[in-house]
C-alpha cells in the first residue's frame, strides 16, 4: 500500500544571549527538513530561527540568563489523511510557541507549542518556528484609559524597540528607524514629518512628539504653542531627548542639558 508520508529531521547548533535596549535577545538556529511525499520520504533543508525577545520595560535586570533553545524530538513522521502531532519543547519554560507557513491541514496551538492536524498535502514546506518568554517579540501591549484610541495598538505593528506616552498619544520606534503613533492627532502629534530620517530615540509630551535622529539633532512636531517643537538653533551632539507636557530637554554629549 503507499504511504504519503510526513517527515522532519532536525539538526541545531549554538545559541546566545545578549543584551539590547533593556531587553534580553536570544537566539539559536536549526537546519530542518520537512516532506510531505506521496508513496516515499524526500529530505528537503530548511532553515528555522528561534527567537525570543523579552521586553524589560524600566527595568534593566534580565529576567533569563539565556534564550530558549528547542529540544524537541528531532526526527518526526507522518502520513497524509492520517492525524500528526509534534510538540516544540524548549528550555527557559517559554510562553508562547510560533509556527509559520505550515502544511494544509496542521496548525499550531501557540500556548501549548502542539503542532497537530491531519496533512492533507503532499509537498514540501519551509516552516519558522519560535519559542518565546513573556510578550512576542517587538510587539507593544498598552491598556488604561482608551481616549482617542491610546491604547488600540496599531494592528500588525510589530519590531518595536523603544515605547513612549503623551497626554492622549502613543509613540513607537521601530528597529528600521521608523516611528509609529496613534491616538489623537489634534495638533498632528502623531504625524511623523514626512521624509523623517533613521530615529535612534523618541519622547511624547502633552500634544507634540521628538524623535533623536541618528546626527545627533532632534527634530518635534505636534503643538507649538510654547515653543516646544522648535529646537534653539544649531543644537547638536544630542544624546537624549525627553518631552513634559509643554516643553522639551535635551542632554549634549558633553553633558550640558538644553531646555
Not at 29 to 58: D, E, H, P
Request: aromatic residues 8%; proline residues 5%; charged residues 5%.
Amino acid at each position: 500500500m503507499s504511504e504519503n508520508k510526513v517527515k522532519i529531521t532536525i539538526d541545531y547548533y549554538c545559541g546566545l544571549a545578549f543584551i539590547a535596549y533593556q531587553a534580553l535577545m536570544g537566539q539559536s538556529n536549526r537546519n530542518q527538513s520537512m516532506t510531505i511525499q506521496n508513496g516515499k520520504n524526500i529530505r528537503q533543508n530548511f532553515t528555522a530561527i528561534v527567537m525570543c525577545l523579552i521586553s524589560l520595560l524600566g527595568a534593566a535586570t534580565p529576567l533569563h540568563a539565556q534564550a530558549p533553545v528547542i529540544t524537541s524530538a528531532a526526527t518526526i513522521e507522518g502520513t497524509v489523511g492520517q492525524p500528526f502531532s509534534y510538540s516544540i519543547t524548549a528550555t527557559e519554560s517559554p510562553t508562547s510557541f510560533g509556527a509559520a507557513n505550515l502544511p494544509a491541514g496542521v496548525s499550531l496551538n501557540p500556548t501549548t507549542g502542539v503542532i497537530s492536524g491531519t496533512p492533507t498535502t503532499a509537498g514540501t514546506y519551509t516552516i519558522n518556528l519560535t519559542a518565546s518568554i513573556g510578550i512576542p517579540s517587538g510587539t507593544v501591549v498598552a491598556w488604561g484609559y482608551n481616549y482617542s484610541g491610546v491604547t488600540t495598538v496599531p494592528v500588525g505593528l510589530t519590531d518595536v524597540t523603544g515605547i513612549a506616552a503623551g497626554g492622549y498619544h502613543t509613540v513607537a520606534l521601530k528597529s528600521d528607524g521608523t516611528v509609529v503613533a496613534w491616538g489623537d492627532n489634534g495638533s498632528g502629534q502623531t504625524t511623523p514629518p514626512a521624509g523623517l530620517p533613521y530615529v535612534t530615540a523618541i519622547a511624547a509630551g502633552g500634544y507634540h512628539t521628538v524623535a533623536l535622529k541618528s546626527d545627533w539633532t532632534e527634530v518635534a512636531w505636534g503643538a507649538n504653542w510654547n515653543g516646544q517643537t522648535t529646537p534653539p538653533a544649531g543644537l547638536t551632539g544630542v544624546t537624549r531627548i525627553a518631552a513634559g507636557g509643554y516643553h522639551t530637554v535635551a542632554l549634549k554629549s558633553d553633558g550640558t542639558v538644553v531646555a
